[in-house]
């Protein structure tokens, strides 16, 4: 995927991947951050844009918490992905 990126050289205490699901932010977050805590925050529908369901549930297991910014996001994000609810 994004193999050839490389890892971060700092540690953090949380980070944050904010503009969620997007493949290479995510792949990032999760794969090339270290970080005692792991978040996404997703500011929207996302049915409207289509997401990459595959990368999205390679992925999203390695956050700590999900953040939907909305009831009807939430709603979407759980029915689409109901492992994460």
Not at 28 to 48: G, L
């Amino acid at each position: 995927m994004f193999s050839n990126v490389d890892e971060f050289p700092i540690e953090f205490d949380k980070v944050l991947a904010y503009a969620g699901p997007f493949p290479f932010i995510d792949y990032f977050v999760t794969k090339k951050v270290k970080a005692k805590e792991k978040q996404v925050w997703i500011h929207y529908d996302i049915s409207k844009i289509n997401p990459d369901k595959g990368i999205i549930n390679k992925l999203y297991h390695n956050y700590d918490k999900i953040n939907i910014v909305s009831n009807l996001g939430k709603e979407i994000f759980d029915k689409t992905f109901p492992q994460y609810t």
